[in-house]
């Protein structure tokens, strides 16, 4: 494929006329070839109003033909070929190829999987209660449900993801599956990574003979064209991963809109991890690995990174200290993603080193690219994390916090101080059940996933997954952006009240022509 350097808008290349940016190596700080043009607000309305214009037939496209064109993008992308784009994508972003090669087959296993779900149609929530006309005192209408696309979805590229939170990543394939046409806001620190696979996405709208208007690929800066593209009317809901900061801007758009609309926006998490006692009597040194490895894979860019590890006082808590500071010390710094990020990076570490109570566990080596630092792991006791705001913050990187406590209570007090997180992580035995338990619930308040004697990084797609949580990891805790669940953000029910036959959409009629199952009257009926 050739990259134009363009906006990729209702199935052409449109040259914007807003000025130009580059994608940069982040291990050289060398520019990538081509410049990218950026559209001016005017024209990022060629974008949504052909969006608008697709949604009628894209919302009722017939299921077989809907799964086949998400399965048409995956295969498209994975036809570009590993040359072009993985090396690409490593350039742009300084992510190893394995770490590329994974997320790629992650991105399209979840087309795959919304392939699926749009075959078996559960998503559409069909509910049909029929008329009961000689009921007493008052007969019953006929009264049928189901779940609708919300209309045109603008979704956010995130800069950690170039492919599975990109043009054709979770939230792109979940809003597809629903029924809605997405205008994609490109990342601009992988630009040439987005153009490669937003041309595999177009390729398949243009084969299946959709509107073009179904997909966009739109350059702009986040403050301008990123605003414009939230207060946009024909722009209904709006999938974001990125910055707390960025986030809630959008979300303050969105909500002063003449028709607010959702946002949902997965923004910042710690990720703590508890360490009983009984996890102490096992192999300490290979649990200090573990949460090494965890804490630097990707260079810390993680969003479920475990910013946090709460270690018992006493003799046991001190060992894993100890082995925590060796396991850190040989590990090198990575190329993070771009100079930005690694400068964020550094100032949140220095914030932290400086904070009160707060010593050196442990730091690697520097890498040997730019924006690659030394990994870095520091300590505290839980009574100054409790009292000072400053470590509650993410630092979005290779580093972490160990904090030592002494009783239940202790941890129940962090829990209760703490904001809104992805994930929790327990490390126990069976004899740290009973000390354990209370926690349960305490976490249920403040997180999306509870894991058992595992690592929050590596995120399973599928039906039960929960990659969400509360405020501020995400802006609606009732959803995730990850697995089957995700559709459910872009749907509305419609109910459908004495309608006849001949005016009902087909998942409704008698006949279920589309074969979806369905709930009659309360009892489940399989398509």
Not at 242 to 255: D, E, F, N, P, R
Not at 405 to 415: F, G, K, P, R, V
């Amino acid at each position: 494929m050739t990259l134009n350097g363009h906006s990729l808008i209702a199935g052409k290349t449109t040259a914007g006329t807003g000025g130009t940016t580059y994608g940069m190596n982040p291990a050289t700080n060398e520019q990538l070839e081509p410049a990218y043009s950026l559209l001016t607000e005017d024209q990022l309305k060629l974008a949504t109003v052909a969006a608008a214009e697709a949604y009628p037939s894209f919302s009722a496209l017939e299921p077989e033909i809907h799964a086949a064109f998400l399965e048409a993008i995956a295969d498209n992308i994975e036809a570009i070929g590993e040359e072009e784009l993985i090396t690409r994508a490593s350039q742009e972003t300084g992510l190893p190829a394995p770490r590329l090669q994974g997320e790629r087959a992650r991105t399209t296993g979840q087309l795959r999987l919304f392939a699926n779900v749009v075959r078996t149609g559960d998503f559409r929530g069909v509910r049909i209660d029929p008329a009961l006309p000689d009921r007493t005192p008052l007969p019953r209408a006929d009264i049928r449900q189901r779940q609708i696309p919300l209309g045109p979805v603008a979704v956010f590229g995130a800069s950690n993801f170039p492919f599975a939170f990109s043009t054709a990543g979770g939230d792109t394939a979940s809003a597809l599956a629903a029924g809605c046409p997405v205008v994609f806001k490109a990342h601009n620190a992988h630009p040439g990574t987005g153009e490669l696979v937003g041309q595999a996405v177009v390729k398949a709208v243009k084969d299946f003979g959709l509107h073009p208007g179904v997909f966009a690929l739109v350059y702009g800066p986040g403050a301008s064209i990123g605003q414009a593209l939230v207060a946009d009317p024909a722009i209904k809901a709006v999938g974001f991963t990125g910055s707390q900061a960025a986030g809630i801007a959008l979300m303050k758009t969105a909500a002063a809109r003449r028709e607010p609309i959702p946002v949902y926006a997965e923004m910042s998490s710690l990720n703590p991890v508890f360490v009983f006692e009984g996890a102490l009597k096992g192999d300490i040194d290979a649990l200090a690995q573990q949460y090494v490895a965890s804490v630097t894979g990707s260079s810390g860019q993680l969003c479920t990174s475990p910013g946090l590890l709460f270690a018992p006082e006493g003799e046991a808590g001190d060992e894993l200290a100890a082995a925590v500071g060796r396991a850190v010390s040989g590990c090198s710094g990575q190329t993070m993603l771009t100079e930005g990020i690694a400068g964020s990076w550094n100032a949140g570490t220095e914030a932290i080193a400086s904070a009160k109570g707060v010593d050196l566990i442990g730091k690697g080596l520097e890498g040997q690219t730019s924006n690659a630092p030394a990994p870095t792991i520091f300590g505290t006791q839980v009574r100054d994390f409790v009292s000072n705001h400053v470590l509650h913050e993410e630092i979005f990187g290779a580093a972490s916090l160990v904090i030592r406590y002494t009783s239940s209570q202790d941890l129940i007090e962090a829990i209760n101080r703490l904001e809104g997180q992805l994930t929790a992580s327990l490390q126990l035995t069976e004899e740290d059940y009973p000390t354990a338990a209370p926690l349960i619930p305490a976490l249920e308040q403040k997180v999306g996933r509870i894991i058992i004697n595992g690592w929050p990084t590596g995120v399973e797609v599928g039906h039960a997954m929960v990659h969400g949580g509360p405020f501020p990891a995400t802006s609606d805790s009732r959803t995730t952006s990850v697995g089957t669940l995700a559709i459910n953000r872009f749907l509305r029910p419609v109910a459908y009240q004495n309608i006849p036959q001949e005016l009902l959409p087909s998942p409704l009629q008698d006949e279920n022509p589309w074969k979806v199952n369905r709930l009659i009257d309360g009892k489940p009926e399989h398509g």
